[in-house]
């Protein structure tokens, strides 16, 4: 980042925060209300939370600090926040710099979190791009402790580094106004992973081809599961953690 002539009403405050603060939509939050008070630095990730760094007017800035755990993303927790008052270096703008991955690994990860409302509501609209995409996800939801695979929480330390985004999805992790805005395991059905359905081993077939369209592939799958299930089969689905059996269950009555 650039640095200018320090103005002698600006001060700079050194922040770290430490508990569960990756993997919640705590940078994009910090980036929002550091932009929306006008103060110029930076935010990262590091092995042991979050660190920021922000210039401005003091008032502004304690302001700021007040307002970071007044306003912080619900799923976070806040277990530790030191701050520290410095003189100003003079930065002209505010982001969201490379994650740090030094020092004791030591920062919480929270475990998945099921689907919020907002993807809820784009899974069932037929005109949403996602529609019945089954892992659509955003900062407020979806994997994080299942598919890390080392600290600091980016996507590069996941295992969704196997799926490029596409440029939609890339679009939405790169805005600032978008609740998608750095969510690491941003996914849609032009880029991200996919249903399929196999036959139990031994013969280990798959039983659903897969179609040009991918959403058409997740569907065919879903479907023909279901089907089993209704049939009394027993359906083993492999999350991102392990298996789920599902299975009907009848009980007899006297």
Known sequence: ????????????????????????????????????????????????????????????????????????????????????????????????????????????VLPDIATCPDCLREIFDPANRRYRYPFTNCTHCGPRFSIIEALPYDRANTSMKAFPMCPQCQAEYNDPQDRRFHAQPNACPECGPHVELWEALPAGDRLEACPALPRSRDDAAILAAAAAIRRGQIVAVKGLGGFHLMVVTRTKTS
């Open 1 to 108: 980042m650039d640095h200018t002539a320090a103005s002698p009403n600006h001060v700079r405050l050194k922040i770290a925060v430490r508990g569960a603060v990756q993997g919640v939509g705590f940078r994009p939050f910090v980036f929002r209300l550091a932009t929306r008070l006008q103060l110029t630095g930076g935010v990262h990730n590091s092995a042991q939370g979050v660190f920021i760094e922000a210039e401005g007017p003091r008032d502004a800035l304690e302001q700021f600090l007040l307002r970071l755990e007044v306003e912080k993303p619900p799923r976070s927790f806040i277990q530790s926040l030191e701050a520290t008052w410095l003189e100003s270096l003079g930065f002209t703008g505010f982001e969201i710099r490379p994650s740090d991955p030094h020092g004791p690994k030591n920062t919480l």
